[in-house]
């Protein structure tokens, strides 16, 4: 007789996000449903400290379950809209066949000046990390990884670096930052400290995490340096030089691919200026006098999603005109990339799913009135810790920095008087607990789509990237030590 021999599911990212929503479903049956009064201030629904009362108990059933992913297609199609432009923009870019000879041109370079290929992970974090902790790069990234992966591959590096540079980079900057307008700015505000202050340590705990970032990719690319094998995304990585044909250097660079790069490139400086537009304005107006705003009609806000969005969408068309492109080259090459990001959008909806069966179960504000209680009954700096992973659990289900501080500051800002820290300590707490987990939590959308380009399985991408964040979270527990005694 034989023995039946049993195999382990494979557990791939939507198979992890159906376990988690049948998880969270199952504690809208458990969890007293709940809920705080909001008011709204400055345009935004916040919260009332002292205002929770128990309500009608909303336990999700099985059509509520299965009609969520459809709900969360709706709140992510801005998202999953700007996921397939950058997908159909892109392909129509690799059309031209400007990427991989920019890419055969960067790695020549590299190779005949090796100490500048050094510079390229640290510059790059560098780079990625000042953008999130000044104006809270995190959507932007998206457009950078499928660029930086075939450069990184190029480089005898692998699709993990890739991905990382752009999306760590700017994760490390957010959860560090120190100008960031969605996290420090807005929790600032509501806890009634002086904006941006506190620069000078904020700037001493963003310089040491995004340190230990640095450390953490160096090292992983001199192991797959020596021993491509143990790479995160060696089987992909393989497939992928095959396709961009890196082996092939008979290719030279043509005058209209030079001229789709510089399209492409001085697209990138425009989505940048277009998010910096109130702080550029600020500035010119306080060195010229010139108020641009006022002169050009401009609003008084940065670009977003769709802004972006349809900033790359023209540099997609000017691409293919610039790169010789007919009519139907440009649509066949537009739907191939769209195509290729249908599977990240799906999954974009079902981690969605998780985010509204917790908010219609009403067991979120439930969990936040819990936690603050018992942060109430620790010593400061314990406090302070408890604040912190209090954060960690509300970043699960909502990601978002600036919905995190209007739900969680007016609650811990008066707590942290009583404590005995400082509310500039609980800015801190919030900023550090509420980010760092979004680079592997599934209801992040961002972080599906980042693994999505490099076709990294969520569970390979938790395994490889978990040892930093454990360096990291203790390392916040440490930075939260000395505010303590300094009264900051």
């Known amino acids: 007789m034989k023995l039946l021999k049993f195999k382990l599911p494979q557990f791939n990212t939507l198979s992890i996000i159906f376990a988690i929503i049948l998880l969270v479903t199952a504690m809208t049956w458990i969890v007293p449903s709940g809920s705080y009064d909001r008011v709204l201030t400055d345009g935004r629904e916040v919260v009332v400290a002292g205002t929770y009362h128990a309500v009608e108990a909303n336990p999700q059933g099985v059509f509520d379950v299965l009609k969520a992913p459809i709900t969360g297609f709706e709140n992510t199609a801005l998202v999953i809209a700007f996921l397939l432009i950058i997908g159909g923009v892109l392909a129509v870019v690799e059309k031209t066949g400007a990427i991989t000879a920019g890419i055969k041109e960067a790695s020549n370079f590299f190779g005949k000046k090796p100490q500048f290929k050094f510079l390229f992970i640290p510059m790059g974090i560098i780079i990625f990390s000042l953008c999130g902790a000044t104006f809270g790069m995190c959507e932007e990234t998206l457009i950078f990884i499928p660029i930086l992966i075939p450069l990184a591959l190029s480089l005898g590096y692998d699709s993990a670096i890739g991905t990382a540079i752009p999306f760590v980079g700017a994760g490390v900057g957010f959860a560090a930052a120190f100008t960031n307008p969605f996290t420090v700015g ?125 900033l790359f969408l023209g540099v997609g068309f000017l691409a293919a005109i610039l790169g010789g492109l007919n009519m139907s080259q440009f649509t066949d090459s537009f739907f191939d990339g769209v195509r290729g990001m249908a599977s990240i959008a799906i999954t974009l909806c079902f981690a969605q799913a998780i985010v509204l069966i917790a908010q219609n179960g009403q067991i979120l504000d439930t969990l936040l009135n819990f936690m603050s209680k018992g942060i109430s009954k620790l010593h400061p700096i314990c406090a302070s810790w408890a604040a912190m992973i209090l954060q960690t659990v509300i970043d699960f289900f909502i990601p978002s920095g600036s919905s995190k501080a209007v739900l969680t500051m007016p609650i811990l800002a008066p707590l942290a008087d009583l404590i005995g820290i400082t509310r500039q300590t609980m800015v801190l707490s919030f900023q550090l607990g509420g980010s760092w987990l979004n680079m592997i939590f599934p209801t992040d959308p961002v972080t599906i789509a980042a693994i999505g380009f490099a076709n990294i399985a969520f569970a390979k991408w938790l395994k490889w990237l978990a040892p930093l964040l454990i360096v990291m979270y203790l390392l916040s527990f440490a930075a939260l030590v000395p505010p303590y005694f300094m009264n900051w």
Request: charged share 20%.
């Open 186 to 310: 807005i929790a600032q505000g509501i806890a009634q400290v002086p904006l941006y202050s506190g620069l000078g340590y904020r700037l001493i705990v963003w310089a040491v995490c995004t340190a230990v970032v640095i450390t953490f990719l160096m090292l992983y690319a001199r192991k797959i340096t020596k021993d491509p094998t143990k790479s995160l995304t060696y089987e992909y990585d393989q497939a992928k030089r095959k396709e961009l044909g890196m082996n092939n250097d008979s290719q030279k660079i043509t005058t209209r691919q030079k001229l789709v790069l510089i399209a492409f490139g001085l697209g990138m400086i425009t989505l940048v200026c277009g998010v910096l537009k109130p702080q550029l304005c600020d500035f010119i107006k306080g060195f010229t006098g010139l108020d641009l705003m006022t002169l050009l009609h401009l609003e008084n806000s940065g670009w977003y999603i769709t802004e972006i969005a349809a």
